[in-house]
């Protein structure tokens, strides 16, 4: 039996550690562009978006179709957006499928262990709600209003995009659906369960300020003005609506409501277990 020595004038040397070229390093753009794709790739993001569109240019058609002068006290937006009712329930369901679709599907999991730190998750997923609902939303006001003025052009709701008041009714309309939408967002995260969130949204948002109207107190009246639906109806028009808050504090309600919902909902993530 032989053993095998060295070859004169060579040193054996520790191994020396793989180290990747490029170090993994978490960005808030690397977050970004993760709830980016994570959007676009669902099918229920192109469903909800598609029906929002089409509900609102549906309903635009048939109100400037059919319009025969019995309604000339309502605003001329207004009247051409009553779609936007229908559109956003949709916006809000799909709000809902970006925080609590993920607990569905365990896919919450991977998204918190690749960003520990938990809440630049759903700032990111605010963001990028935001950006893709106020653009679709806008982008739809925009072509419902000019689609509907073929109808209209003879009668006294003829009106054009470049008028005093009309791109900022149809901004302003787009900007109550975004933030109502963000808000149940913020419900999603906070609820963790589709179903718990969408019955949260109608109850809270759409049937709590009817029932609390019934009752026979003006301060009352003057609170729920301040109530996110409520708030959202101040917005979308051209002229001032009536017994309603100014559109600059409309807008800033809405948000207030939409960053505390979301704080919250930051709050608790931090907080809880998966």
């Not at 040397?13 to 562009?33: D, E, F, H, I, Q």
Request: charged content about 10%; some cysteine; glycine content about 6%.
């Amino acid at each position: 039996m032989s053993t095998t020595t060295p070859a004169a004038g060579r040193t054996s040397r520790p191994a020396t550690p793989y180290r990747p070229a490029t170090p993994y390093r978490l960005s808030a753009k690397g977050v970004v562009r993760s709830e980016w794709h994570k959007l676009w790739t669902l099918r229920s993001t192109w469903i909800t978006l598609v029906t929002a569109f089409a509900l609102v240019l549906a309903v635009g058609i048939t109100m400037g179709a059919t319009y025969d002068g019995d309604d000339a006290e309502i605003d001329t937006v207004v009247f051409t957006l009553f779609g936007t009712q229908l559109s956003q329930i949709c916006l809000a369901v799909l709000g809902i499928l970006v925080t609590a679709g993920e607990y569905s599907t365990g896919l919450i999991r991977s998204s918190l262990t690749a960003v520990p730190r938990r809440l630049p998750v759903l700032l990111a997923k605010a963001g990028v709600f935001t950006a893709v609902a106020l653009t679709v939303t806008l982008a739809t006001n925009v072509i419902t209003f000019l689609v509907s003025q073929i109808w209209l052009t003879d009668t006294d709701k003829a009106l054009s995009l470049t008028e005093s008041g009309v791109l900022g009714a149809l901004t302003t309309s787009a900007v109550s659906l975004t933030l109502l939408s963000l808000i149940a967002l913020g419900l999603g995260a906070l609820f963790r369960s589709v179903p718990g969130a969408i019955g949260a949204f109608v109850a809270a948002v759409l049937v709590l300020p009817e029932v609390l109207s019934m009752l026979p107190f003006d301060a009352v009246d003057t609170v729920l003005r301040y109530f996110p639906a409520q708030a959202a109806s101040a917005l979308g028009s051209v002229t001032r609506v009536e017994n309603s808050i100014a559109p600059g504090t409309a807008v800033l309600t809405l948000a207030l409501w939409a960053a505390a919902v979301l704080a919250t909902a930051g709050a608790l993530l931090k907080r809880r277990d998966v």
